[in-house]
């Protein structure tokens, strides 16, 4: 973590989901609006309309943070609340931003958010530094294992742009990182409201000699590029078509879901879970056109050489790379209801396609994310996290949420309201 500025150079620039979080009011909507103005991706009329927006609340120029802030909850607040999505594209590579609630009540919006990032954006207001809600949302980042992460120190433009206040705001950060077992992360000095190194350098911080904020984007690690090689294809679907006048559809029987990592090839042998049977690929479709391999996020229909008995929530994978079954799991769990944990009930646990029925057999601790120490409990109320055990009615095939974030993950819902209840990580 020794390196402040730069990741290691790439080859693949594909799409990059990434998430800015940090405390209320570091800036983190006005940052978003500032990456998508100066990648020219805001439409001319929706800037007219933020101007306009801006001049009626007396300000000189454009309020960028409207772009992100939505909901009407939020414009009259000043602040973000939900999970808000943003697309745009450079000549490098495509980017789908989350822009997550500062606020510590909606910490389980900024769970929904990190679930799929590749990398995530911390903001640091220069003149406040290192807060709780930043260590919070560092540790909550490190917890759902987003690979990569970049400390940015905002508003430096307020504290006269001085070298010295980022280097402050380096180090307690990186003690804090240290404690935690947060490495490589990124830092970088912007002011989002002037533009100053977010896309362009600008004249104020000169004394930084690192690359821009989007300089680092354009050299992070995309999703392929960290995503496990251990192929993993939760069914989702059996095709089998009944009417047809084409006699080869007669015999049909196609498996659809998305390959969750690894790759497959035509000849390649599976094995089906849980019941363990093998065989080998025969086909595999897009669309009905046969192609010779599919990788990580395609969704595909793949066609085996014989007829196993499979259905939705079964798990082809490499017979020499299968899971483990598990009845019991250790987990961190991210509690998203009102109504609290209760260890006396029964809920659904979602892993990838397959539901079993769940209990919980123990609640280890919750963690404090303000003191960052583990404290006894008996039930979890809305946005706790907690280390528990659960108990299965069934088994399930998952990988460890550190190496393999598809297959690691699950959700838990009530079976009463049909409500997702809880979000896990499994150890």
């Keep these: 973590m020794s390196s402040p500025h730069a990741f290691p150079e790439i080859d693949d620039h594909g799409l990059l989901r990434f998430l800015t979080c940090g405390s209320v009011d ?32 007396g300000l000189d120029g454009v309020d960028l943070s409207l772009l992100t802030d939505g909901l ?58 290192v807060q709780t809600q930043t260590r919070r949302h560092a540790y909550l980042a490190h917890l759902l294992g987003i690979p990569n992460l970049v400390v940015a120190v905002n ?31 990124c830092f970088v000095p912007i002011s989002a409201l002037h533009g100053d190194n977010v896309v362009e350098r600008g004249p104020h911080l000169d004394w930084y000699r690192g690359p821009t904020l989007v300089e680092l984007l354009e050299r992070a690690p995309s999703a392929q590029g960290t995503r496990p090689d251990v192929f993993r294809f939760p069914v989702q679907y ?14 049909y029987r196609g498996y659809m879901g998305r390959v ?31 192609q010779p391999e599919a990788g990580p996020e395609q969704s595909v229909t793949l066609l085996l050489e014989d007829a196993l008995d499979i259905s939705r929530g079964d798990l082809l994978v490499r ?34 396609t397959r539901e079993v029925r ?25 946005n706790d996290i907690a280390r528990l055990r659960l108990r299965l009615a069934q088994p399930i095939h998952p990988d460890p949420y550190a190496s393999n974030r598809a297959t690691g993950a699950f959700v838990l819902i009530d079976e009463s309201t049909n409500d997702t209840v809880g979000a896990g990580m499994i150890l």
């Design 155 to 185: 508003k430096m433009d307020l504290v006269d742009h001085d070298a010295e206040v980022f280097a402050r705001i380096r180090r307690d950060f990186l003690d804090f990182a240290a404690w935690l077992g947060i490495e490589g992360a």
């Design 72 to 129: 009407a909850a939020e414009r009259e607040q000043g602040i973000t609340i939900d999970v808000a999505y943003r697309y745009f594209t450079t000549g490098t590579r495509k980017y789908i931003i989350a822009d997550a609630p500062g606020h510590e009540q909606y910490t389980r919006n900024m769970v929904t958010a990190a679930s799929n990032a590749d990398l995530a954006i911390i903001l640091i207001d220069a003149r406040r530094g």
């Design 358 to 382: 769940a209990r919980v057999a123990a609640i280890e601790h919750r963690i404090d994310l303000n003191a960052l120490t583990h404290q006894p409990a008996t039930e979890l109320g809305m």
């Design 260 to 290: 969750e990592s690894g790759a497959i090839a035509v000849g390649d042998p599976v094995m089906a879970l849980p019941s363990g049977r093998t065989s080998r690929v025969r086909d595999i479709q897009i669309g009905g056109v046969g």
């Design 319 to 352: 017979p020499d790379r299968a899971p483990a079954p598990r009845r019991e799991l250790e987990a961190h769990l991210c509690w998203l209801a009102e109504r609290p944990l209760s260890a006396s009930r029964h809920y659904l646990l979602r892993h990838t």
């Design 238 to 251: 059996v095709c089998r078509p009944r009417e047809s006048a084409d006699p080869a559809l007669h015999d």
């Design 26 to 57: 570091d800036g983190k909507s006005t940052l978003i609006g500032r990456l998508l103005h100066d990648t020219r991706a805001i439409l001319a009329d929706t800037l007219e309309t933020l101007a306009a927006t801006s001049r009626r609340r």
